[in-house]
């Protein structure tokens, strides 16, 4: 399997939800990007296992974002990865600017995090921080059954919008605001 860098994005009602060693972590509603690698010999399955996770919630957490995927408040929308065997992810961390959640995913670096808040739906920053990157995203819209309800002014359907981006092709605006 290739290697490489992803993002998560998750979409999530103000909560509280307690994440291992972080202890109880206060979320805004909105939505959440959190940058990992996939480096290891599993390479880039490693996103099927946060899909399925987030899917099936039948697993014991044992990174930080999992506890984000097997809890209920959090519903993962995209995926985005890309291919490479450097380690970008904290150079794709620091693209994803401020806002980010202190401590969280970053155990294994000096990066202040790797979890990311905004207010709207960041799937075309997250791509151009990939992009700036010299990397090509792929994009995965992800149905799940705790998916947050898609009634927003003015947003549309998410599928209507989602399907370009299937391909790395992320388009232009928000498909979806809170």
């Known amino acids: 399997m290739d290697k490489g860098i992803y993002c998560l994005v998750f979409r999530n009602p103000s909560c509280t939800v307690r994440v291992g060693a972080l202890g109880d972590v206060a979320f805004r509603k909105g939505w ?8 290891g010999s599993g390479g880039l399955a ?9 899917r099936e919630k039948d697993r014991r957490p044992k990174w930080h974002v999992d506890y984000l ?4 408040a959090f519903s993962l929308r995209y995926t985005v990865a890309a291919t490479t065997t450097k ?7 620091a693209a994803l600017g401020d806002g980010g959640v202190l401590g969280f995913g970053c155990s294994d670096c000096t990066c202040p995090s790797h979890l990311f808040w905004k207010k709207t739906c960041p799937l075309q920053e997250v791509c ?10 792929q994009t995965k819209t992800i149905n799940t ?3 947050v309800p898609l009634s927003h002014e003015g947003s549309g359907n ?12 992320p388009g232009s605006g928000d498909p979806e605001e809170l």
């Open 158 to 169: 998410i599928g209507e919008h989602a399907q370009g981006w299937e391909h790395g092709n």
């Open 69 to 72: 995927s097997a809890g209920s």
């Open 145 to 147: 059954r705790n998916a």
């Open 46 to 54: 490693r996103l099927e296992r946060h899909v399925a996770l987030s």
């Open 87 to 93: 380690r970008l992810e904290c150079r794709l961390a």
């Open 128 to 137: 151009d921080a990939f992009m700036s990157l010299d990397l090509s995203p």
């Open 32 to 39: 959440h990007i959190y940058a990992g690698s996939a480096l």
